[in-house]
C-alpha cells in the first residue's frame, strides 16, 4: 500500500494538468484550485492501489467535480451569463520574448474561448474540453455526463461547431501583437484619436467586467464598433500611462498596475494589423485574488 506521502508526490506530478483542466471548464482561478484540491481529497479517500491509470482516474474526477459546479452555478443564476463577464486571466511577463516559452505556452487558452466556453452548457464544455483540448476517450467522458459515448460525441460536436462559428481568427505571432498594442497604448497616452481607430477592426467589441460594485464611468459594459472603443480607450488615457505589455492567456496584453497594484488587466485579440477584440478586467475582488508571477512590483 503506496504512503500517504507517495500517494502526494503522484498527486503533485498531475496538479498542473488538473489545473489546466479546471480553468479550461470554470474560467476561474479560484474555483479551478478548489476542484483540484477537491480531487487530492477524494483520492486520499479512495484506494489508489486499485487505480490502473492514475492520471486518467485523477482527470475524470476533476472533471465531474468541475461538472457539478457548473450546474450548480447555472442553477443559481436568475439571469443569463452578463455579455460583460471577463473570465480569469493568466498573466505571465512579456520580456524578453523566448522562441522556447511561446514553445512552452502555444496551447494556453486564449480570453476568446473562454468567453465562448462560459456560453455552452455545462455537459457541452465537459465534452468539448475533455475531448478536444485532453484527448480524453468519449467512453471515458460518458459516464461523467450519463450519456452514451454516441451522445457524448454528439455534445462534444455541437460545441465545437458553436466555438469554430463564435471564436474569431487571431495572429499568432507575439512581435507583431506587441506592435499593434504599443501603437494602441502610444495612441492612448497622446490622445490620437484617429491614430487609435485605425488599430481598431470598424467591428471591434469591448468587453470590461468591473464586477457588481463599481458604478460610474467605469462600470461593466459591452462597447461594439472603433468610434466607440476607441472613445472609451481615451476616456481612461490616464490608465495607459502606468500601462505595461504582459502576456495575457498566452497572447500579448495589457496591465495596469500603478505603484504595483493591479487594477486592471485587458486581453485583446488582434487580426490582420487590428484589434478585433477587447476582454478588460477591472472587478477590483477578482483582481486581488489573481495571480501576478514576475509582474506589477
Known sequence: MA???????????????????????????AEAEDAVQEAWLRLSRSDADDIGNLGGWL???????CLDLLRSRTA???????????????LRPLSPIDPEQEVLHADA???????????????????????????VPFDDIAPIVERSPAATRQLASRARRRVRGATPAAEPDLGRQKEVLD???????????????????????LRADSGALVRGAAVSKVVQGAKAVAEQALMFARFAQSAELVLVNGSVGVVNAPGGRVQ???????????????????????????ETPGLAG
Request: a negative charge; aromatic letters at 6%; zero cysteines.
Open 3 to 29: 504512503s500517504s506521502e507517495d500517494l502526494a508526490d503522484r498527486f503533485e506530478e498531475h496538479r498542473g494538468r488538473l489545473k489546466a483542466v479546471a480553468y479550461r471548464m470554470l474560467g476561474s482561478l
Open 59 to 65: 482527470t475524470t474526477v476533476t472533471g465531474r467535480i
Open 76 to 90: 443559481r443564476r436568475e439571469e443569463p451569463m452578463d455579455d460583460a463577464f471577463v473570465p480569469d486571466p493568466v
Open 109 to 135: 487558452v486564449g480570453l476568446a474561448l473562454l468567453v465562448v466556453l462560459e456560453n455552452l452548457e455545462p455537459a457541452e464544455r465537459l465534452a468539448f474540453v475533455l475531448h478536444d483540448m485532453f484527448a
Open 183 to 205: 501603437a494602441f497604448l502610444a495612441a492612448s497616452r497622446g490622445g490620437d484619436f484617429e491614430a487609435l481607430l485605425a488599430l481598431l477592426h470598424p467591428d471591434v467589441v
Open 264 to 290: 486592471s488587466v485587458m486581453g485583446v485579440t488582434i487580426a490582420d494589423g487590428r484589434i478585433t477584440a477587447m476582454y478588460i478586467l477591472a472587478d477590483p475582488e477578482r483582481l486581488e485574488r489573481l
